[in-house]
């Protein structure tokens, strides 16, 4: 899948090349760029459909836009291709959707609550995790965790807030923010893992 994603985004800079909308000497920059914007599409209207499918589009909809908010910030493990990820990334959200909808059916606001406070440790512990794709400097990684941190607290209080109205968006909240810190935790001991590998 990757290499079709390639060759339809060398297609579509192509065209623009050759109508003098690019530079010819941009076209490798732009080309990433465009597989960037075509693998992102895909997975936001492959999760976008499982919301509706299973009826809960406003919940997968607030579960998603909070993990990505989280993860952009925090980092975490990474698939070393876009097919592996894609199918891991509708995989874990149709699992977290059911155990979403499972948690909605009773009163669960100690869980979720728990779990919040675990993403905000392991924010405060891991963030931010870099990948190949991501260098960041000191300076960078310093801002990044602050923002993971102070992003997932205003979540928790956000959810506080949702709870105390018993509104039941605070479970996808909480299940963006517990999937967020499972990825971080992972991440992390895949970095450990491999870094004693190569000792």
């Not at 980092?75 to 149709?94: D, Q, W």
Request: charged share 15%; glycine share 6%.
């Amino acid at each position: 899948m990757d290499k079709v994603i390639d060759s339809f985004s060398e297609r579509i800079i192509n065209y623009f090349v050759s109508r003098d909308l690019i530079k010819d000497d941009k076209k490798r920059l732009y080309q990433y760029s465009m597989t960037n914007i075509v693998q992102s599409s895909i997975c936001i209207i492959g999760t976008l459909l499982i919301g509706l499918c299973m009826g809960m589009f406003f919940e997968n909809l607030i579960f998603f836009l909070v993990f990505k908010i989280l993860r952009k910030y925090s980092g975490g493990l990474h698939a070393g291709k876009y097919i592996y990820c894609l199918l891991f990334s509708l995989s874990a959200n149709v699992v977290f959707m059911l155990i979403i909808k499972y948690l909605q059916s009773f009163d669960s606001v100690v869980i979720v609550l728990a779990f919040e406070l675990l993403s905000l440790l392991s924010a405060a512990l891991f963030a931010p995790l870099e990948n190949k794709n991501k260098r960041i400097n000191g300076k960078e990684a310093m801002i990044y965790k602050i923002m993971a941190i102070a992003i997932s607290f205003s979540l928790i209080v956000v959810s506080y807030i949702l709870v105390y109205y018993s509104n039941p968006f605070s479970v996808p909240i909480g299940m963006a923010m517990l999937f967020n810190g499972i990825l971080l935790v992972v991440g992390k001991l895949s970095m450990y893992a491999k870094s004693k590998k190569f000792q």
